[in-house]
């Protein structure tokens, strides 16, 4: 170990060098995109966040050198954790050091198993988890599509289509909850959180498509526009889903077509998603609409003792 290396909390002083490894570790994730500052600012922001308790850096002489993010999913008992060590100070154990620190927060939260998410390919950082007594639990895929060849959306469904509007989030958070109950890692979530994501987003509702029955809200597709540092801009399909009394009608089809005709009209050639790959009915759905695996990763998870 290294005698000049210090484990503490985040400071606001730290965010320029935070950015840097955000962006680092994003390119490493296999959704991974540019993070500007301002969705940095958003992200940190978040209900039952506090970056000066849940986030952790290691610096060595003044130099943040890497940092430990803890994502509490208190309803499900669990604490997601991000990790990046620069390329040059690894191989110092001081990503096994962050974990260490940090550990006993995460454990404050109440979360009873950590897990962290790393690209299948990611031999070195998969060696690392292993190490630290991780053990894989659950494989997912990445899954691209060339919006040129996206089908049309139906024009015929009896279901209402449209976009959400202010005041609905907290319809919209019981749909999701209803959907995914029993989806492996959802931790579910609340009206306040949903109308945060959608206040700190530009146009946010507009990229949310609701399907309706007279008046009850059965399904919905959120979307995201994604940016790289060039200013290229790619859309991503982030959650689909049908109320688990309207399933086998198509709703969920109808909603991924028009999503991705709506990113399409906006000029964008590339959707992306990322599915379970326990989840056979997604990956029906996906692969009949035009997406193709591009990646997978794995989740770790260990126990906190």
Same mark, same amino acid.
């Given at each position: 170990m290294n005698p000049d290396l210090t484990i503490r909390n985040y400071r606001p002083a730290d965010f320029d060098a935070l950015l840097r490894l955000k962006n680092m570790s994003a390119a490493l994730a296999p959704d991974g995109h540019y993070m500007s500052a301002q969705a940095l600012r958003g992200v940190m922001g978040r209900p039952g966040y506090m970056s000066e308790r849940d986030l952790f850096v290691a610096e060595i002489a003044g130099t943040v050198v890497g940092y430990l993010d803890i994502n509490a999913e208190t309803r499900i008992g669990r604490a997601v954790l991000e990790v990046l060590v620069l390329?040059?100070?690894?191989?110092?154990?001081?990503?096994?050091? *962050?974990?260490?620190?940090?550990?006993?927060?995460? /454990?404050?939260?109440?979360?009873?198993?950590? $897990?962290?998410?790393?690209?299948?390919?990611?031999?070195?950082?998969?060696?690392? *988890?292993?190490?630290?007594? =991780?053990?894989?639990?659950?494989? =997912?895929?990445e899954m691209k599509m060339d919006l040129s060849v996206v089908p049309e959306p139906s024009t015929s469904t009896a279901f209402t289509m449209r976009c959400l509007q202010a005041g609905e989030e907290a319809n919209l958070a019981g749909l999701q909850n209803r959907c995914f109950t029993d989806s492996w890692g959802y931790n579910p979530n609340t009206a306040a959180e949903i109308e945060y994501a959608c206040n700190t987003t530009e146009n946010a509702r507009d990229l949310i498509f609701l399907a309706i029955d007279m008046d009850r809200l059965v399904g919905y597709h959120?979307?995201?526009?994604? $940016?790289?540092?060039?200013?290229?801009?790619?859309?991503?399909?982030?959650? *689909?889903?049908?109320?688990?009394?309207?399933?086998?009608?198509?709703?969920?089809?109808?909603?991924? *077509?028009?999503?991705?005709a709506c990113l399409k009209g906006r000029g964008l050639r590339i959707?992306?998603?990322?599915?379970?790959?326990?989840?056979?009915?997604?990956?029906?759905?996906? $692969?009949?609409?035009? =997406? /193709?695996?591009?990646?997978?990763?794995?989740?770790?998870?260990?126990?906190?003792?």
């Open positions: 390329p040059e100070y690894r191989q110092r154990g001081i990503a096994r050091e *962050l974990y260490r620190q940090a550990a006993p927060r995460a /454990k404050a939260t109440g979360a009873k198993v950590a $897990h962290v998410n790393v690209r299948e390919e990611n031999t070195t950082g998969r060696l690392v *988890l292993e190490k630290a007594g =991780f053990n894989p639990v659950r494989r =997912f895929y959120w979307m995201n526009i994604e $940016h790289n540092e060039q200013g290229e801009s790619q859309g991503r399909a982030s959650m *689909l889903g049908v109320d688990p009394d309207y399933r086998g009608k198509d709703i969920g089809r109808e909603l991924m *077509l028009l999503g991705m959707a992306r998603l990322t599915v379970d790959s326990e989840n056979l009915a997604a990956n029906n759905l996906y $692969h009949s609409i035009g =997406f /193709k695996k591009s990646d997978t990763s794995l989740w770790y998870e260990k126990a906190l003792q």
